[in-house]
């Protein structure tokens, strides 16, 4: 695995990096108080303990990464990313205060959180892409790939500490503060983009503007062997495996009873996992096209048996291990696609990327939650273990047939023509 501890943290010896580091720290952890209580309000508050419901919202949310996705890259290529970045931090700001004013009135319906999902789903859908192209910017490129995996750091870190925060808030004030605060936590990251020294930010290559555009992103993607089959794995984890607000809510509050801080607290240990995976590719120097199969096939073993606990704390232990193999895989793929792909095609492979990955939730989630409602909770993580066994298969069988025709299993830019 080529782990070295002394270099997990290297990439925040940069002002630039280290500022934002922070910045979306804070920002992260009102990114997870706000899921946990959106889930929370829609399960219990706004339906009689509906899968389906959580399964709608997650689709309104993540939908946008899909319809837009070909705007999106080809408008993360052509413009600065600083700049795109300070629109869709306020949009998605505004949003998440908009929706705690409405439940604090009480006057929020299903439908508000349905269409407000969408909105900050578009803000999203244009974010992505331009933050994990800007990481590049504040980083030299043998520090990328740790840059990435500390960004994870960052999220699920956030991940550990804002479903427990969100769940004492819910259980002493309800739902509405958690969504006020992720609102003004926002303002962390703006500020960080604010005060980066811009002298300093790694030269970037934009796109030139053309009709074919985003024609072309599609013609790159698909073209390349390499990347096809990761995205294949992408859509598979993504579609059908990262159903976690589904898993959780339906094992732990309709199978074991859990009230709201059991709840946040399942969505901990959950992160406990995914921080570990992410401090693990932090550590490495490259990633590896092998850690995918490893990372793919560990999430079948992980909802398999979190789908066998009899009870709360065992399934809050198997949660470690499928978000481990979980952020494994998602990190591994994300540095080998920024890494292997031409600088002016990154921000419409990263949308694309995004666009399998959450984009298939509105088909997922919906599948995954009337499982979870007609078949049981159990079945629902079947469904999820299913997805990481087959997106192991495919990794497996493009490693054996690409060593077997002495073909690189992954292309670099510099060996593509």
């Known amino acids: 695995m080529n782990f070295r501890l002394t270099s997990v943290f290297r990439s925040l010896s940069t002002f630039n990096y280290?500022?934002?580091?922070?910045?979306?720290?804070?920002?992260?952890?009102?990114?997870?108080?706000?899921?946990?209580?959106?889930?929370?309000?829609?399960?219990?508050?706004?339906?009689?303990?509906?899968?389906?419901?959580?399964?709608m919202t997650m689709a309104f949310q993540f939908g946008p990464q899909l319809l837009l996705f070909p705007v999106t890259g080809l408008v993360a290529d052509m413009f600065d990313r600083r700049k795109l970045m300070i629109v869709t931090q306020t949009v998605m700001g505004i949003i998440s205060l908009l929706l705690g004013f409405l439940v604090?009135?009480?006057?929020?319906?299903?439908?508000?959180?349905?269409?407000?999902?969408?909105?900050?789903?578009?803000g999203a859908a244009f974010d992505a892409p331009a933050r994990q192209i800007f990481v590049s910017e504040l980083v030299a490129k043998k520090d990328i790939s740790n840059a990435v995996a500390l960004n994870s750091t960052s999220f699920n870190s956030a991940r550990?500490?804002?479903?427990?925060?969100?769940?004492?808030l819910?259980?002493?004030?309800?739902?509405?503060?958690?969504?006020?605060?992720?609102?003004?936590?926002?303002?962390?990251?703006?500020?960080?983009?604010?005060?980066?020294?811009?002298?300093?930010?790694?030269?970037?290559?934009?796109?030139?503007?053309?009709?074919?555009?985003?024609?072309?992103?599609?013609?790159?993607?698909?073209g390349r062997k390499d990347l096809r089959v990761m995205l294949i794995m992408l859509f598979l984890i993504g579609t059908f495996g990262m159903n976690f607000p589904i898993y959780i809510s339906?094992?732990?509050?309709?199978?074991?009873?859990?009230?709201a801080q059991g709840y946040g607290l399942l969505t901990t240990f959950s992160a406990i996992g995914t921080l570990i995976g992410a401090l693990m590719a932090a550590g490495r120097e490259l990633p590896r096209f092998e850690t995918l199969f490893i990372g793919t096939a560990l999430f079948g073993v992980g909802c398999t048996l979190a789908a066998l606990t009899p009870s709360y704390w065992w399934f809050a232990v198997t949660l470690i291990?499928?978000?481990l193999s979980a952020m494994t895989f998602l990190n591994t793929s994300n540095a080998l696609m920024l890494l292997s792909t031409t600088p002016e095609m990154r921000g419409r492979v990263m949308a694309l990327r995004f666009a399998i990955t959450m984009g298939g939730t509105p088909i997922g989630a919906p599948i995954v939650g009337w499982v979870a409602d007609n078949l049981g909770p159990r079945w629902a993580l079947g469904v999820g273990a299913l997805a990481g066994f087959v997106a192991a298969m495919v990794?497996?069988?493009?490693?054996?047939?690409?060593?077997?025709?002495?073909?690189?299993?992954?292309?670099?830019?510099d060996e593509q023509v």
């Open 170 to 222: 819910i259980a002493a004030f309800d739902t509405g503060p958690a969504f006020i605060l992720n609102g003004l936590s926002f303002g962390a990251v703006l500020l960080s983009l604010l005060m980066i020294r811009q002298s300093e930010l790694q030269p970037s290559v934009h796109a030139r503007r053309s009709a074919k555009g985003i024609l072309d992103g599609f013609h790159y993607a698909f």
């Open 160 to 168: 550990m500490i804002g479903p427990a925060i969100a769940g004492i």
């Open 395 to 413: 990794a497996l069988y493009h490693f054996t047939k690409s060593r077997a025709l002495n073909e690189p299993v992954m292309i670099t830019p």
């Open 321 to 323: 291990l499928v978000g």
């Open 18 to 55: 280290r500022l934002w580091f922070f910045g979306a720290l804070i920002s992260n952890i009102g990114t997870w108080m706000q899921r946990t209580a959106q889930d929370w309000l829609v399960l219990t508050q706004l339906t009689d303990h509906s899968a389906s419901a959580v399964g």
């Open 104 to 122: 604090i009135a009480d006057l929020v319906e299903l439908w508000h959180v349905y269409l407000l999902a969408f909105l900050f789903g578009c």
């Open 250 to 259: 339906t094992m732990g509050v309709k199978l074991f009873n859990a009230d």
